[in-house]
C-alpha cells in the first residue's frame, strides 16, 4: 500500500529552529525526524512513499532522494504555495492511490499499520483515523467516537473521549470533494463529512504517539524513541 506523509508545514512554533529548514528535518540524535518515521515504515514492510513537500523542500528532496538508500521508493508531489493539509493533498491527487496510509510529517506512532487498515475494510470506511486512548493525557481530547468505533465529533468538547493521533487510512474518491487551490484541512476538507455520512471510523490504540511540535515534545521523543 502506498504511504503519504504530509511533510510541507512551516512549524512555526519551532521558529527560529525551523526558520532555515524544514519541520520534518529537524535533527534528533544526528538524523532528520522524517527519517525516524521512514525507517519505521521499512521495518513494517511498506516501500512505496509520497512526501507532500513544499517550505524549504529543497532540502527534503536532496536529503532522501528516490529512497533507495533508505530501502524506499520515494516519490514527491510539491505545493509552491502552502494551501493546509487538506488542500496539498488536494494538489497530489494525480499521484495518489485508490486507498493510502497517510501520515502527519511531525507525528511518530509505532503502531501496527496492518491491523489499521483491517479495520478500515472491515468497517466499510471511507476513512479511519487512529485515535489515542489518552491514558497519558498527552493532548486535550480532540474526538468523540461512539460505541461502534464510528467517529461522532472531531474538536475540543466535554463528550471528547479520545486524541488524533496523526495516522490515517483514507481512500482517494474522498480527496476529490476538495477545491482545488484552496486552503483547507484535512478536518474541514474531508473528515467532516464523512462524520454526517458516518463513515469515519475511529482505530483506538494504546500505543502513545510523539509529535515535535514543541521544544518540551522534542526533547521526550529524543529521549524515549530515538536510538
Partial sequence: MQVVVLAGGKGTRLFP???????????????PFLEYQ??????QGYADVLLCVGYLARQIKEYFGDGASFGLRIAYAEEQELRGTGGALRQAYD???????????????DVPYRQVIACHEKEHAEGTVVVYNNLLKLADNNIERDGDGRIMRYGCSL?????????????????????L????SLREGIFESLIRKRTLVGHLTGCRYYDIGTFERIKVFQEEVAV
Fill in 159 to 179: 463528550r471528547a473521549n479520545c486524541v488524533d493521533a496523526g495516522v490515517y487510512v483514507i481512500e482517494k474518491k474522498t480527496v476529490s470533494v476538495i477545491e
Fill in 95 to 109: 499521484a495518489l492511490a485508490d486507498r493510502f496510509l497517510l501520515l502527519n510529517g511531525d507525528t511518530y506512532l
Fill in 38 to 43: 521512514l525507517r519505521l515504515l521499512r521495518k
Fill in 181 to 184: 487551490g484552496r486552503e483547507i
Fill in 17 to 31: 529552529m525551523t526558520r532555515d529548514i524544514p519541520k520534518p528535518m529537524v535533527s534528533i540524535k544526528g538524523k
